[in-house]
């Protein structure tokens, strides 16, 4: 019997077009905003964008389209502050030290008293003249009741995040938020649990007073501030528990992969959804996660290609990428994308469906770049080319001649990648002479794991395998049989 499926939260887009962003590109932006809130299990209902110089500091968009947004939500649309009251000395202290970075002086500096009207206060003549504002995008919101959600496609300060609450009685997410949800639900292994909790930890750090607020104004504000110090301090803690827990796991995984050295390596890299758990299964015939949502895989998966080569060659599947994402979970998945770094080949999956897909390969080629894989020999992959026409599958290839297309859905495609990935490692082969003594017979398996064996032959000594293999591994096995 099918259930009924609990209602889905209903969620406002807010989005401002900085000078110097083109309408495509913001357009992008916000539908790709869409998919995450989407994979995060909310409806995207209307679309509030708006055309300005830069965030208004105190409530991003201008006052005229705040009322607008909050007309959606049912709110009031301004902030009111006197309902929460003046805040304290040790609560300004807090506020100011977790804004002075993102926003250098702004608040950090705002008269004392109430942070909310200090920052309005200072803004009136330019931030809420909305007279070189211009609106985007008036979408009709689809009927149906009010939504409870506002996700913003910008990085807010904790004080942005406060004003917009207060002024649309929504509850307000910014695009980080949206992504390290998604990384929380999303995380399996151990490892990835961590790496996500210790983002998410410095992701609610400096939020931390806006759900403690409540239980401030019960026990009065002394008590308040120190309860915010205790969280502060309790997430200190953790966040070193956590560190140290990753760092014996990884200790592990450096072993695991040491040991792995001189197998063949490749790497499914690049843009979230682009398809690389799909090559991952059609090379390989594990049962990785497939699915249409933004992050699927957050662990990396090391599977043998099949059926196994001799050598037999492993392919890693990993977290895929996105535009803004987020410091802290880019530094976390770090660990992770160590695995891309020892690959001898990497394979940058492109969905050649989007089209914003060269925007999405810049940002997976700027990560590489930054954690040093740019040395790693690369082929460029135009995936789910069956979604093109042959038109389209042209002036790809006249863009992009070295690149192979392919669908991860068609056999002869998969096979077709099967067989690049197997010229380029016999490319980089080399031919020598094992002697195998026959007191370790026994072993001879090592060397068909990590080499071709061309031919074999008997003498007094023992076996002579004539073998192709990696530098790396023949010399290896050489010294292994020696001693
Ligand atoms: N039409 C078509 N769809 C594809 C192809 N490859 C993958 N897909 C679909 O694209 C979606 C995402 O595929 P995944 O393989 O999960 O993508 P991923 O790159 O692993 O994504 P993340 O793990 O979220 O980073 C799924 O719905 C797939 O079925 C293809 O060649 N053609
Ligand atoms: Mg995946």
Redesign the pocket.
């Known amino acids: 019997m099918a259930k009924t499926l609990p209602e889905r939260p209903r969620a406002v887009l807010v989005g401002v077009q900085l000078p110097g962003v083109t309408d495509e590109s913001h357009a992008a932006d916000l539908a790709e905003l869409k998919r995450l809130v989407h994979t995060l299990g909310f409806d995207a209902v209307a679309t509030v964008s708006q055309r300005r110089q830069r965030l208004a500091t105190g409530t991003v968009l201008g006052s005229g389209k705040l009322k607008e947004l909050a007309a959606l939500t049912g709110g009031s649309g301004v902030i009111l502050s006197g309902a929460h009251g003046k805040a304290s000395k040790a609560r300004e202290k807090w506020e100011a030290e977790a804004e002075a970075e993102p926003e250098a002086g702004a608040e950090a500096t705002g008269a004392p008293g109430d942070m909310d009207v200090a920052a309005d206060a200072e803004e009136p003549h330019d931030e809420d003249d909305d007279s070189t504002d211009t609106d985007l995008e008036a979408t009709a919101m689809e009927p149906g009741p009010k939504p409870t959600v506002v996700v913003v496609d910008h990085e807010l300060s904790p004080s942005q995040l406060r004003n917009l609450e207060r002024a649309t009685s929504a509850q307000v997410l910014d695009r980080a938020g949206v992504i390290v949800d998604i990384f929380h639900r ?1 995380a399996k292994s151990h490892e990835a649990r961590m790496q996500v909790e210790i983002a998410r930890l410095n992701y609610l750090a400096p939020r931390l007073r806006e759900s403690s607020g409540g239980s401030e104004r019960q026990q009065g504000r002394g008590s308040g501030d120190s309860a915010v110090e205790l969280d502060r301090r309790k997430i200190r803690d953790r966040l070193a528990e956590l560190r140290e827990g990753l760092a014996s796991i990884q200790k592990d995984q450096d072993q695991r992969r040491y040991a792995r050295r001189d197998q063949l390596r490749v790497a ?1 890299v ?12 059609a090379l390989t015939g594990s049962a ?11 662990d990396t998966t090391v599977r043998a290609m099949q059926p196994e080569t001799r050598p037999r060659i492993l392919v890693s ?5 996105i535009q803004k994402l987020p410091h802290d979970l880019v530094a976390s998945f770090r660990s992770t994308l160590d695995e891309a770094l020892e690959a001898s080949l990497l394979l940058y ?1 492109v ?1 050649a ?1 989007d089209p914003t897909w060269a925007a999405q390969l810049e940002v997976t080629r700027t990560v590489l770049r930054e954690i040093g894989a740019e040395v790693v020999p690369s082929k460029l992959l135009f ?5 093109l026409d042959a038109a389209a599958q042209e002036a790809l290839k006249a863009e992009h001649p070295e690149a192979l297309q ?5 056999p002869d ?1 998969v096979a077709g990648l099967r067989r690049e990935i197997i010229t380029f490692f016999e490319a980089s082969m080399v031919e020598a002479d094992l002697v195998i003594p026959y007191a370790r017979q026994g072993r001879i398996g090592e060397v068909y794991e990590h080499t071709t064996v061309v031919s074999q032959a008997y003498d007094e000594t023992g076996s002579r395998l004539r073998v192709r293999g990696l530098p790396g591994a023949i010399a290896r096995l050489t010294r292994s049989f020696q001693d």
């Open positions: 999303h499914l690049g843009y979230t959804n682009a398809g690389k758990s799909s090559l991952m299964r990785v996660l497939v699915a249409d949502q933004l992050f699927a895989t957050l599947d990993t977290v895929g990428f999956v969905d469906s995936n789910k080319v069956d979604r392919l669908s991860a859905h068609r495609d």
